[in-house]
């Protein structure tokens, strides 16, 4: 389409959809104008539809954000609310979590902020095919302090080790047969702000397993969830226990 148009192509849509091409392949272009409108912005609409659209505002709130508000569709098995945020000075920082990967799965890290009731996770890095001397190479680059906490997937004790040896403050995350729940839970009790093309991406799309009567289970689907899960680490091991490190017990 595009090689045989020689002026303008105008798209119109509906945003039901929380992930689609035309978030990620035309509203990042330069040379693409984003230009969103409502029923309030129509002028010929009946009072029949009006009356319509706004009675969705007590009556399906997913609905009322894509058809009343223009603003993107939300799945009810998505399992964050979150906002585009970036983070305020005054924010103390946690400390980081990495999620571990390598051919197909990207090594990510995350930081994460407090302020008040509300968190902020900044990606920082989100890529494939990096290994332990790489990821020490990109942490340097970062400016990070080597005695941060850095909470790392406990599945890879050698990359911790290793990344330990180089002189990094990488410690294995608490781990049980009900961790990824509470540490869900955990940042379901703050307000979540969220930084970063990937991050944002994943939150938007992690969600809960549906099954084939379509009632959610209190089950995550294991996908989009690499930064979360760098996320959930840097979270959970401090806020579940907020005096580690800090007394020894005699």
Do not use: C
């Not at 392949?25 to 009946?46: A, E, G, W």
């Not at 890290?109 to 302020?115: K, M, N």
């Not at 690499?226 to 005699?250: E, F, Q």
């Amino acid at each position: 389409m595009l090689v045989r148009t020689t002026d303008k192509i105008y798209l119109d849509y509906n945003p039901s959809d929380d992930f689609h091409w035309i978030y990620d392949k035309l509203l990042t272009r330069d040379d693409v104008t984003f230009i969103k409108s409502t029923y309030l912005d129509n002028p010929f609409l009946d009072n029949s539809i009006v009356s319509e659209i706004e009675r969705l505002k007590g009556t399906d709130e997913d609905y009322w954000r894509i058809y009343g508000l223009g603003e993107r569709g939300q799945s009810k098995a998505t399992i964050f609310t979150f906002m585009e945020e970036e983070v305020p000075e005054q924010a103390k920082l946690l400390s980081y979590g990495m999620d571990f990967g390598f051919t197909n799965d990207p090594t990510s890290l995350v930081a994460v902020y407090v302020l008040d009731h509300s968190l902020y996770a900044k990606e920082l890095l989100y890529e494939t095919n990096l290994t332990n001397r790489d990821i020490s190479e990109k942490l340097k680059a970062l400016g990070i302090d080597r005695r941060t906490e850095i909470f790392a997937d406990s599945a890879e004790p050698k990359s911790i080790e290793e990344l330990y040896r180089m002189g990094w403050n990488v410690k294995p995350t608490k781990k049980g047969a009900d961790s990824i729940n509470a540490g869900i839970d955990m940042l379901k009790r703050y307000k979540l702000h969220a930084v970063g093309h990937n991050l944002v991406k994943e939150m938007r799309n992690y969600k809960w397993v549906e099954d084939k009567n379509g009632k959610l289970l209190n089950k995550p689907i294991d996908a989009f969830n690499h930064a979360i899960d760098a996320m959930r680490y840097a979270t959970y091991n401090k806020l579940s226990r907020p005096n580690y490190g800090r007394y020894a017990v005699r």
